[in-house]
């Protein structure tokens, strides 16, 4: 998997001044936090911004479920933030005012930072007839892409007193931050009266480079407001400290690729519970026929973020498997059993772990589901649809309709066949291709057993490589998937060699969401970069796009909470105690939102109790099993882990009646 790093900004708005009756307007600063993601974790303090609240910058790295609090009171999720419009939210703040944070890729390397001294020269007074100016100065920047047409502070100067000729102390600027290392890309000086209230007004600007900055030490720029002159800017000292020299590593050639011409995409309209029909008449979509048209690649290879931040819509379809394999759904233990006391089965957790991770980055979050295996009229359905509309709205809506299925005529049947729902996910990808050609889908196919006809998938994959999709395949329950690992790495024979599919077997994250989310979406961003890029495509500007269409979200008390901080006597700040909040990370927890927990309080003037160390099991703990009534060999059941009260699905072995018992190790 390609590790990115992230660039992380942020700016607030009508921020409730604190500084006190008299005493001017606060100067605030944001603390970034990485919030924990279990009880034995603790939060980290990732960057402290010692200088105002302007723009702040952060490298972050993609890869993982990262999630960031910061000291003024707001929590988001990267993949919340990478997924939105502009790769920006905003959220209201708990006593007043706006917080934007917006994501985008880090410069390759450290551009250092700008030594810069600066002086002005007969600036003109605005502070009206019987008051002299008090200057500072800000150096700005912009963004590229939606919304960032406008100037940003990246720099802002102390103001001097009553002068007209100020000298401002040095400043140190990093270049990565003011212009992403490009030394020719426009930059802003500009200059203000300070005002105690905080509405300071303006002095002039101009624009410039950094290269010109460094080449004009020495020189002059003229100060304007409009076409009207208000002094001089002299360049004292400009020069840049600390840049990485080391070359930058050229892109890898685009990969071979095919020429010919994409045939006709049918339409294909999926049958409505509860008497599923045949999506189509799969025997003649000639799938295979023809690639989609590829065109001469760029010679520079964009990111996976320069996709998602680039226009690309990304989309999410379900696939569920409903074969007889995965046991009555009456009887707890069976892969399809829904417990009464709220504990999620293998579908459920994969379909929130996963689904939950790629729904993030579905603008419209309209899913269609479909399932495949199940008997309908005596006859067997290897694609139909789930729930009664062709799409559901979010994570809650994909559960709602699996779950729904189980009060309609459905008899779990099989084989176990992935032909079908592959061949409409392509298809689909396929017709909205065509008329967004950066758009791109990804398949989400969840099943119990391995595929019962090997060769015929393999065909079927091979036949839509050219395809703009993604297949995820995540195995549930203990079967044995051996078979399957054709599916790891796989080449097709179509002459187009590209992998599309990605196959992990749940048990081995089952108890660990993060690992689980990791293993199953650590080849999309791979995956979607090749597509594009072997055909031409690259990232677009929104140019629809503006901050005001920025949707705010509200305060949210569950997940918007304050962390304790210490402040030491050399001015800096760290999180106080050992344990913090921290993010509710379970199966159950957050289907929608985002939910953290508070720090453990205790009582005014007592001392955290503190636990005795526990020694590392070296050995897997054993265990015995007594099984249940009416439960033959080779059924699966669920039983809780003794020491850590985890739930666990393990088969009956052969020869165990029911009332015997067994040993586990886990």
């Known amino acids: 998997m390609t590790v990115e790093k992230l660039q992380l900004t942020l700016h607030a708005t009508g921020l409730k001044n604190v500084a006190g009756l008299g005493k001017g307007t606060s100067d605030p600063f944001a603390i970034v936090t990485l919030l924990a993601t279990g009880p ?22 993609l890869g993982s479920r990262v999630i960031s609090l910061w000291g003024v009171t707001a929590v988001f999720e990267i993949g919340d933030i990478l997924g939105s419009r502009g790769s920006t939210k905003a959220k209201k703040l708990k006593k007043g005012g706006i917080l934007y944070a917006r994501i985008s890729k ?49 720099y802002r100067g102390k103001h001097i007193k009553n002068n007209l000729n100020p000298k401002w102390e040095p400043a140190s600027i990093d270049v990565n931050a003011l212009c992403d290392g490009d030394l020719n890309r426009r930059i802003q000086v500009a200059v203000f009266d300070h005002e105690k209230n905080g509405k300071h007004n303006t002095m002039g600007a101009f624009d410039t480079t950094v290269n010109e900055l460094v080449k004009s030490v020495g020189g002059k720029f003229a100060l304007k407001k409009g076409s009207k002159s208000y002094g001089t800017i002299t360049v004292d000292e400009c020069k840049i400290i600390g840049a990485d020299t080391s070359s930058v590593v050229k892109p890898p050639s685009a990969p071979a690729v095919c020429t010919s011409t994409a045939p006709a995409v049918a339409s294909y309209q999926p049958s409505v519970m509860p008497v599923p029909v045949p999506v189509a008449d799969f025997g003649n979509m000639n799938l295979g026929g023809q690639p989609l048209p590829v065109p001469v690649p760029p010679p520079k290879k964009p990111t996976f973020v320069d996709y998602i931040s680039g226009n690309c819509d990304l989309t999410m379809c379900v696939a569920i498997d409903f074969t007889g394999s995965n046991g009555d759904p009456r009887r707890p233990g069976t892969l399809h059993h829904f417990s009464h006391h709220g504990q999620m089965n293998g579908y459920e957790k994969a379909i929130s772990a996963v689904g939950g ?17 199940a008997k309908y009229d005596g006859v067997v359905r290897h694609c139909f649809q ?9 994570i809650k809506g994909i559960l709602d309709a699996y779950k729904g299925v189980f009060k309609t005529p459905l008899i779990m049947s099989g084989p176990t066949v992935f032909t079908e729902v592959i061949q409409l996910a392509a298809s689909q990808a396929k017709q909205r291709y065509q008329i967004n050609p950066l758009s791109y889908s990804i398949l989400l196919l969840l099943t119990d057993g391995a595929v019962t006809d090997v060769e015929a998938t393999k065909q079927v994959l091979a036949s839509v490589a050219d395809a ?21 790495d796989f080449e097709t024979r179509s002459g187009v060699n590209r992998d599309i599919v990605q196959f992990v077997q749940f048990n081995a994250h089952e108890h660990n969401k993060t690992s689980l989310t990791r293993a199953t979406l650590e080849e999309i961003p791979d995956q979607l970069v090749q597509f594009f890029y072997s055909r031409g495509i690259m990232p677009q500007a929104d140019t629809n796009f503006s901050t005001s269409k920025i949707a705010v979200d509200d305060y949210n008390e569950e997940a918007d909470i304050d962390l304790s901080m210490d402040y030491g006597s050399d001015g800096e ?40 160390p526990v020694p590392v099991q070296a050995q897997p703990f054993t265990f015995q099993v007594q099984v249940p009534p009416n439960v033959a060999s080779g059924q699966q059941i669920q039983v809780a882990h003794p020491q850590t009260g985890q739930p666990l699905i393990v088969a009956v072995p052969a020869g165990v009646p029911p009332g015997g018992i067994f040993t586990v190790s886990a």
């Open 40 to 61: 034995g974790e603790k939060p980290r303090v990732l960057a402290l911004g010692r200088r105002p609240l302007l723009m702040y910058r952060l490298l972050m790295r």
């Open 106 to 154: 880090a410069p390759p390397r450290s551009a250092g930072k700008l030594a810069l001294c600066l002086q002005g020269i007969k600036l003109k007074n605005v502070d009206g007839l019987f008051g002299k100016s008090d200057p500072f100065f800000e150096v700005r920047r912009t963004y590229d892409g939606a919304g960032g047409g406008s100037w940003t502070p990246v």
């Open 357 to 373: 991770i790629v729904a993030k980055y579905d603008s419209d979050q309209q899913f269609p589901v479909y399932g495949f295996g």
């Open 386 to 394: 789930v729930g009664p509309n062709k799409e559901v709205h979010g």
């Open 468 to 488: 703009p999709l993604s297949i995820v395949i995540v195995g549930i329950g203990n079967a044995d998937f051996s078979a399957m690992q054709f599916l790891d």
């Open 573 to 612: 700040i760290a999180l106080n105690g050992d344990v913090g909040c921290y993010i509710d990370n379970s199966y159950e927890a957050g289907l929608g939102s985002l939910h953290v927990i508070p720090p453990p309080s205790t009582q005014s003037g007592s001392a955290p109790v503190m636990a005795a």
